[in-house]
């Protein structure tokens, strides 16, 4: 099988955007990725994942009930979750934006009924 540029699927490298498959910093030594763009070493499926990929497929698994994927009640993939998840908003900034969007979207609905 061939991509269109003379590379077989077998010999290509994974990228998203600009971001090659490669281990950031850390990841390998025990810490948990942080960014969905970051890569680790997935123990239950022996290889390298971006870190949306893991989330992606831990969730799906999870919230469908599939026993039958390797994500299902994945502990690593617990753990990354809980990683992301705890340090996606340490500075209150998303609650702020969102809570900013709300109250002017209420301006608007309600300068818009009068």
Known sequence: MSNGNGESCS??????????????????NGQ?????NEVFHCEPRRRKLY?????????????????SMVCFEC???QQNRESFAADADVEGLLDSEIWGKLMAELAATEAGQS
Do not use: I
């Open 75 to 77: 502990q690593q993939g």
């Open 51 to 67: 870190l949306v990929t893991c989330l992606d497929d831990y969730m799906n698994a999870n919230a469908l009930r599939v026993k």
């Open 32 to 36: 948990r990725p942080l960014r969905l």
């Open 11 to 28: 010999q290509m490298s994974f990228v998203t955007g600009d971001v090659p498959l490669t281990s950031v910093p850390g990841a390998e």
